[in-house]
C-alpha cells in the first residue's frame, strides 16, 4: 500500500474539463480485511474527492482568462459517482461554456491558455498525500 494511488487525468473532455478518478478497488480490499476500521475508509476517500474537487474548481477559476466572465462563471464540478463494479471513484470538474476546450487547449488561431490542467495538477499532489495519510491510519 506504499504506493501513490493511481490518480488519472482526461484534460480533453468535451468543453475542455477535466475528470480525476482513483480506483479504490485496494483501499475496499483492504476495509473488507480489516472489519475494525473498513467503514471508515470510504467515508474519507469521498470526502478527500469532494474537497479536492472543490479546490480544483476554485483554482480553475482563479487561473480562467476573462473576457466576458462566462467561461469562469460555468467552471463547477460533478457529485462524486462510482463507475464500475472495481468501485472506481470518479467526479469532473470543468466549464460548461462550449469553448472550454478550444481556451485550455487552443487552435490554429489561438494560443492555448490552460486554466483545468494547471488546476488539476496544483492539487493532485495534496490529494495524493491525503490518501496514503488515509492508508497510513489503517495500516
Known amino acids: 500500500m506504499g504506493a501513490r494511488p493511481d490518480l488519472h487525468r482526461r484534460p480533453h473532455e468535451p468543453g475542455g474539463a477535466v475528470s480525476f478518478s482513483i480506483d479504490t478497488s485496494e483501499l475496499n480490499a483492504l476495509a473488507a480485511d480489516m472489519t475494525t476500521v473498513g467503514g471508515k475508509i470510504g467515508p474519507l476517500v469521498q470526502t478527500a474527492m469532494r474537497k479536492t ?9 482563479q487561473l480562467a482568462p476573462v473576457d466576458t466572465g ?3 462563471s460555468s467552471i463547477g464540478h460533478s457529485d462524486l459517482r462510482t463507475v464500475g ?7 469532473e470538474i470543468g466549464p460548461t461554456a ?3 476546450e478550444f ?10 491558455q ?5 488546476a488539476f495538477d ?3 499532489p495534496g490529494f495524493a498525500s491525503v490518501l496514503e495519510q488515509i492508508a497510513a491510519s489503517v495500516l
Open 85 to 91: 463494479q472495481s468501485g472506481t471513484l470518479e467526479v
Open 114 to 118: 490552460p486554466y483545468m490542467g494547471p
Open 122 to 124: 496544483r492539487n493532485a
Open 70 to 72: 462566462n467561461l469562469k
Open 98 to 100: 462550449n469553448y472550454g
Open 53 to 61: 474537487a472543490r479546490d480544483i474548481e476554485a483554482d480553475a477559476k
Open 103 to 112: 481556451v485550455e487547449t487552443g487552435t490554429s488561431r489561438m494560443a492555448p
